[in-house]
């Protein structure tokens, strides 16, 4: 079968749930994916043919959109800071804004040495593997509360030959005692960073099917009355466990800058700074402690 045919039947499939430029989007990498095929091949070869085998995979591929399960989870990968880490159905997909949270981080420390690092909320690994492979002095850490994700994350600090220590712990109870049991979070850190739960219940109705249905909750969502019960936890133990000018980073809900930002000052922050993500959404906090 011709493959600008099959182009042409993706389109029509897909069009009206996801718009024509995300549906070329998904063409375009399934054949780079599955074929070593780059965008522009049909440009170049317009009557290029695919087989019966190549055909099975582009069409299953199809099926598996029409029931709007993310191109990630097709793949098996979603690509973050110039890298392709493993996804699936037990971790988040990294998207752009965690990103720009990254970038921040690195535009704030790239000359700095010998950094500890902790991430919190890890799923993936994408946060903590990237300051790895970009603070190349830094000792970094990333922790979550599900083993699901943890196997995750390691097979992507294997895979992407970095040397984060992952490992399990709670949020929410990580500042019950004066030593925690979980050795790892006795230590002192220059930099915490957390992408947590933050989507209040009431905010589904904003979300795509792809996302409510195939991404875990419990990395999504917190209860309406209690949308910062992780961020508390998380500044507590920041505001215990950061040296001295440390520096907290958090992404954060959109509607609840300001709370997040009173949060911090509560906690004893001196400096906190709210910023926008590419979309003009207020999504990162950074504060430092004093």
């Avoid at 011709?2 to 399934?30: D, M, Q």
Wanted: net charge negative; charged share 25%.
């Amino acid at each position: 079968m011709l493959l600008r045919e099959i182009r042409n039947i993706f389109h029509t499939e897909l069009n009206a749930v996801y718009g024509a430029e995300e549906v070329s989007s998904f063409f375009y990498l399934l054949i780079e994916h599955y074929f070593d095929l780059e965008r522009f091949v049909l440009a170049m070869q317009p009557d290029l043919k695919i087989d019966k085998d190549q055909e099975t995979i582009i069409f299953k591929a199809l099926s598996e959109l029409k029931l709007e399960k993310p191109i990630q989870h097709i793949i098996g990968t979603a690509y973050f800071m110039d890298m392709d880490f493993k996804v699936n159905e037990h971790v988040l997909i990294p998207r752009p804004e965690t990103e720009e949270l990254v970038r921040w981080i690195l535009d704030d420390h790239d000359n700095d040495h010998a950094l500890r690092v902790l991430d919190m909320g890890t799923g993936s690994g994408c946060i903590p593997i990237s300051l790895d492979k970009n603070l190349k002095n830094a000792k970094v850490f990333g922790l979550d509360i599900s083993t699901e994700a943890l196997q995750v994350a390691r097979e992507n600090n294997e895979s992407l030959h970095t040397s984060v220590t992952f490992f399990q712990a709670d949020i929410l109870s990580i500042n019950n005692s004066t030593k925690n049991e979980v050795s790892e979070l006795n230590q002192k850190f220059d930099i915490i960073v957390s992408n947590p739960p933050y989507v209040r219940e009431l905010e589904k109705v904003e979300m795509r099917k792809n996302v409510l249905d195939h991404e875990p909750n419990l990395a999504l969502f917190v209860a309406d009355d209690n949308p910062l019960q992780f961020y508390d936890k998380i500044v507590e133990y920041a505001s215990n466990r950061l040296e001295h000018n440390g520096c907290l980073y958090l992404e954060i809900n959109q509607y609840l800058g300001v709370e997040m930002q009173t949060l911090l000052h509560q906690y004893g922050f001196k400096t906190v700074v709210l910023k926008k993500d590419m979309f003009g959404n207020d999504r990162m906090l950074k504060g430092v402690k004093k």
